[in-house]
């Protein structure tokens, strides 16, 4: 079944952001984890802003994370989903620029200069994450709007879209950058030795992103709608309609 998403920096991306990427896949590929890391295509790398995924085999678009979360039927207004965005675009962020002192607001527990970058085990995704901020580029302020949070609580109280995250007050941009594909039956040691360079890529990477920030636009230009078939958005099963487009014409009808 096909399923919805509101994405941001879908397919081409800004210089900055593009040459970010690349740069940490280069260093992936000094480390032993080269041999089972498998990058996403960089068009394929995104944001998600919040998903619009519906119940499975119902005749209205439900939202799942309602029914799922708190067991409730919620049909998703798309039209207050994008009147809602206008209201809050352009939004700024930052991927990096934390030094590992900055303590100005955590991420699932963790400061920003670790939660930036991470070797997820557990999933076997290399993650990348940026937060919103407001205010001139040279007097951040990360923590007292919390922008992306307060939008996705918006879309969850008016529109009733509940971000998959809703219960953590989620305010990550957060990206996936590849997987990593271990053979089965790795022994122990094996396993210890990928473990140790994943700590290490993380150092490495996390100090990279301190002295490289990338400033991110959100905007009509650069958030798109897109209709998938696998969560990770491979470009050859998905549809992606610009947000720039959506704004003045709605959303395709049939979705």
């Known amino acids: 079944m096909k399923q919805l998403t509101l994405a941001a920096f879908y397919g081409s991306k ?3 952001l593009s040459e970010l990427i690349e740069s940490m896949n280069a260093e992936v590929e000094n480390t032993a984890l080269a041999g089972f890391f498998t990058p996403y295509p960089i068009r394929q790398i995104h944001a998600t802003l919040t998903g619009l995924e519906k119940i499975t085999g119902a005749s209205e678009n439900y939202n799942a994370n309602y029914w799922n979360r708190a067991g ?9 989903l994008l009147e809602t965005l206008s209201e809050s675009l ?25 939660r930036a970058f991470s070797v997820d085990w557990n ?24 922008l992306l949070w ?12 509940r971000h998959k995250y809703h219960e953590q007050q989620d305010n990550d941009l957060y990206m996936v950058l590849g997987s990593l594909n271990l053979p089965a039956g790795l022994d122990q040691a094996a396993l210890d030795a990928l473990q140790k360079e994943g700590r290490k890529l993380e150092w490495i990477i996390r100090d990279f992103l301190h002295h490289n ?43």
Not at 93 to 110: H, K, N, Q
Not at 126 to 143: E, V, Y
Not at 233 to 240: D, H, V
């Open 14 to 16: 800004p210089p900055i």
């Open 72 to 80: 409730e039927r919620r049909v998703m207004d798309f039209s207050c």
């Open 90 to 114: 352009p939004m700024q962020a930052r991927i990096g620029g934390f030094s590992e002192s900055y303590d100005g607001f955590r991420s699932l527990g963790e400061i920003p200069y670790r």
């Open 123 to 146: 999933s076997g995704k290399l993650n990348l994450i940026g937060w919103p901020f407001a205010g001139p580029f040279d007097d951040f302020d990360f923590s007292r709007q919390r």
């Open 150 to 161: 307060a939008l996705r609580s918006r879309w969850a109280s008016r529109c009733h879209i």
């Open 213 to 255: 920030p990338a400033n991110l636009s959100l905007s009509p230009d650069t958030l798109f709608l897109v209709q998938y078939e696998e969560e990770a958005l491979p470009p050859f099963s998905s549809t992606a309609w610009p947000v720039s487009e959506l704004l003045d014409k709605g959303f395709p009808p049939g979705l």
